[in-house]
């Protein structure tokens, strides 16, 4: 007899089943809640086969319908484990599918193609994800050392194949793992006392489709994160040299050259939120002669390039550093999957000297 395949895991048997090996037929039996067929059926595949025909309230179907009709069942008994939202409309039309199958029917609809193979695929993935967060969940990233945060990137760097869009399965699952894994970095940037990245981070999450808001920010626990930041406090000091020599007033717009209002941050909670921000200034001495500023920084938050680890300098912190730059690249992933989208970010406040 010529070796066959299972058509759910691919492992080769050579014996009379058309789609499943003897270990996978077994399994079957288990996920979809049947006993064991009795020791005289012959066909233990088909009578599984028959099973679900019935189980589906259709009688009488030619063993082909059968074949089919199971492997549309089976499916969506693997996806209905993986309860993802954005699997909803591919559970609706293989049910759809599974409902068109008809004992005087001429032809089989099928409005969503897939292989048992390719579910199943799947279903370990997200099994093998889930146990990932589990694990997560135990470390204490304040003992960390980088081998454990190489080893912990490595573990979770399967869900961002960019090769698994090409399937609408496939790519609604990885869609889904990706957006599971973000919110668990929003979770972990809050923690870690990365307000605005987590902020900014979980705006850009998409729910399979929506487009996220541009922000406007104007709260005072922003505005301090900015004006204590020695980068703002350089670029403060630039502008009024340049600027606010023997002048009552100044402004510094987008007409202004870009070296001047463009703003890099050197570190913390705005580095990893604000990467090519501009600065826009008008400034205003008051009747004490100090300077007061409005301030509005624009950014468009997106991840776009992959960034090396020398782009996050802070060798003081090189864990920190290495999630940083490893998260942006897997930040350019999920862009590609829509995951994270692209939003336009304003932040604004006023300050004055001896504020900063």
Same mark, same amino acid.
């Given at each position: 007899?010529?070796?066959?395949?299972?058509?759910?895991?691919?492992?080769?048997?050579?014996?009379?089943?058309?789609?499943? =090996?003897?270990?996978?037929?077994?399994? !079957?039996?288990?996920? !979809? =809640?049947?006993?064991?067929?009795?020791?005289?059926?012959?066909?233990?595949?088909?009578?599984?086969?028959?099973? *679900?025909?019935?189980?589906?309230?259709? @009688?009488?179907?030619?063993?082909?319908?059968?074949?089919?009709?199971? %492997?549309?069942?089976?499916?969506?008994?693997?996806?209905?484990?993986?309860?993802?939202?954005?699997? $909803?409309?591919?559970?609706?039309? *293989?049910?759809?599918?599974?409902?068109?199958?008809?004992?005087?029917?001429?032809?089989?609809?099928?409005?969503?193609?897939?292989?048992?193979?390719? *579910?199943?695929?799947?279903?370990?993935?997200?099994?093998?994800?889930?146990?990932?967060?589990?694990?997560?969940?135990?470390?204490?990233?304040?003992?960390?050392?980088?081998?454990?945060?190489?080893?912990?990137?490595?573990?979770?760097?399967?869900?961002?194949? !960019?090769?698994?869009?090409?399937?609408?399965?496939?790519?609604?699952?990885?869609?889904?793992? /990706?957006?599971? @894994?973000? %919110?668990?970095?929003?979770? =972990?940037?809050?923690?870690?006392?990365?307000?605005?990245?987590?902020?900014?981070?979980?705006?850009?999450?998409?729910? @399979?489709? /929506?487009?996220? /808001?541009?922000?406007?920010?104007?709260?005072?626990?922003?505005?301090?994160?900015?004006?204590?930041?020695?980068?703002?406090?350089?670029?403060?000091? %630039?502008?009024?040299?340049?600027?606010?020599?023997?002048?009552?007033?100044?402004?510094?717009?987008?007409?202004?050259?870009?070296?001047?209002?463009?703003?890099?941050?050197?570190? =913390?909670?705005?580095?990893?939120?604000?990467?090519?921000?501009?600065?826009?200034?008008?400034?205003?001495?008051? $009747?004490?002669?100090?300077?007061?500023?409005?301030?509005?920084?624009?950014?468009?938050?997106?991840?776009?390039?992959?960034?090396?680890? $020398?782009?996050?300098?802070?060798?003081?912190?090189?864990?920190?550093?290495?999630?940083?730059?490893?998260?942006?690249? !897997?930040?350019?992933?999920?862009?590609?999957?829509?995951?994270? /989208?692209? @939003?336009?970010?304003?932040?604004?406040?006023?300050?004055?000297?001896?504020?900063?």
């Amino acid at each position: 007899m010529d070796e066959k395949r299972c058509i759910l895991c691919n492992k080769p048997y050579n014996y009379k089943y058309v789609m499943f =090996g003897r270990g996978c037929l077994d399994n !079957l039996y288990d996920l !979809l =809640g049947f006993s064991k067929s009795p020791r005289i059926i012959w066909n233990k595949e088909l009578y599984l086969c028959t099973r *679900i025909a019935w189980k589906n309230h259709k @009688f009488f179907l030619g063993k082909k319908k059968k074949y089919v009709l199971a %492997q549309k069942y089976i499916a969506l008994t693997y996806i209905n484990t993986m309860n993802y939202e954005a699997l $909803k409309d591919i559970k609706e039309k *293989i049910s759809n599918d599974i409902k068109n199958i008809k004992t005087f029917s001429r032809n089989i609809v099928e409005t969503i193609s897939f292989s048992l193979n390719e *579910i199943y695929k799947l279903v370990n993935y997200v099994h093998k994800f889930n146990e990932t967060l589990e694990e997560i969940k135990k470390i204490n990233w304040e003992e960390a050392d980088e081998k454990k945060a190489e080893n912990f990137i490595k573990s979770i760097s399967f869900i961002f194949d !960019l090769t698994e869009k090409t399937s609408p399965i496939s790519y609604a699952v990885f869609y889904s793992m /990706q957006y599971t @894994f973000w %919110q668990v970095v929003v979770i =972990g940037g809050m923690l870690a006392n990365m307000k605005l990245s987590a902020r900014l981070l979980s705006n850009s999450l998409s729910i @399979f489709g /929506q487009k996220p /808001q541009d922000l406007v920010i104007e709260d005072d626990e922003t505005t301090e994160l900015i004006i204590k930041n020695e980068r703002f406090k350089e670029k403060i000091n %630039q502008l009024i040299k340049k600027y606010g020599k023997n002048k009552e007033d100044f402004i510094v717009d987008n007409e202004a050259p870009k070296e001047d209002i463009l703003i890099r941050f050197n570190g =913390g909670d705005l580095l990893y939120a604000l990467h090519d921000a501009t600065m826009l200034t008008k400034a205003k001495k008051d $009747k004490d002669n100090k300077w007061n500023f409005e301030i509005e920084i624009n950014d468009i938050y997106d991840f776009t390039d992959f960034k090396d680890l $020398k782009e996050y300098s802070d060798s003081e912190e090189r864990l920190r550093d290495i999630f940083s730059s490893t998260l942006n690249n !897997l930040g350019v992933v999920s862009s590609e999957y829509g995951v994270i /989208q692209t @939003f336009n970010l304003k932040i604004k406040f006023k300050t004055k000297e001896g504020e900063f």
